[in-house]
């Protein structure tokens, strides 16, 4: 709530819904906390919010998050997203993935498929640095031979890629 307004310049239903909230919870005796769990679907009918206003604010607040989603920092767009091969020539494994800042480190985000000798994968990247690693059959972390090494605070062999504009 601003700080300038008062609570007569809300609206009355925001108003409803604020002493709502601030009503203290009573735990009954008998039962506790389930009794008092039980009794909450009736409380939500009771103040339920309906109407068209409260359907379209749903729906402005679902296009802001898509929006949000959409247009996030880092995230990459048309007009500056470039596509990066990795690649990494490795004989031996079943399973390759590459884990990095990219991807949020996650091992199954990222498969590499099988080429001549090695592994690849070309992703959309935002202009940026990225660390990243190449996992081997789930186990064994590598750093790609072909790029500079980074600092990593966990002692994990990473690379690093600098995404250019």
Do not use: C
């Not at 700080?3 to 005796?29: G, K």
């Not at 600092?151 to 062999?157: N, R, S």
Request: hydrophobic letters at 45%; glycine letters at 8%.
């Amino acid at each position: 709530m601003d700080a300038d307004r008062t609570s007569d310049e809300l609206d009355p239903v925001v108003q409803r819904a604020i002493a709502w909230l601030r009503e203290p919870v009573a735990f009954p005796e008998r039962g506790g906390v389930e009794a008092a769990l039980e009794r909450l679907p009736r409380l939500r009918r009771r103040h339920a919010v309906t109407g068209w206003p409260w359907l379209a604010a749903a729906a402005a607040l679902g296009v802001l998050a898509v929006g949000l989603a959409v247009d996030r920092p880092g995230a990459p767009d048309g007009d500056t997203v470039k596509r990066v091969r990795f690649a990494v020539d490795l004989a031996a494994g079943e399973q390759v993935a590459l884990i990095g800042d990219f991807n949020d480190w996650n091992p199954d985000a990222t498969p590499l498929r099988r080429e001549r000798g090695g592994w690849a994968a070309t992703l959309p990247l935002a202009p940026g640095r990225y660390r990243y690693a190449y996992v081997v059959d789930g186990r064994r972390l590598l750093a790609d031979p072909s790029e500079p090494l980074a600092d990593d605070e966990f002692g994990t062999p990473t690379s690093v890629i600098t995404v250019p504009n």
